[in-house]
């Protein structure tokens, strides 16, 4: 169901979801995502995903795409949202 929560790295393309935890709670990894403008609640979408190393190429709106390590992904946990 809609509420239940997913790892980033499962994520079909182009899905908007929206950010509902974080699995890493470590000072560095906050920082990281402060960084990238990740924090609970936003919504964003998975635009590629590299095979190479599993990066993710993440667009967040108003702010242009950027890739993400498959580590960092792996600590983030979405729900999928509604369409704006």
Do not use: W
Request: aromatic share 6%.
């Amino acid at each position: 169901h809609s509420s239940s929560q997913v790892c980033m790295t499962k994520i079909p393309l182009n899905s908007l979801v929206e950010v509902s935890s974080v699995g890493n709670q470590s000072t560095d990894m906050l920082e990281l995502l402060r960084h990238r403008n990740i924090l609970i609640g936003t919504k964003l979408e998975i635009k590629r995903k590299f095979g190479f190393d599993n990066s993710l190429e993440v667009k967040i709106r108003n702010v242009p795409s950027f890739t993400i390590s498959e580590q960092l992904a792996q600590n983030i946990f979405v729900k999928y949202a509604r369409k704006a």
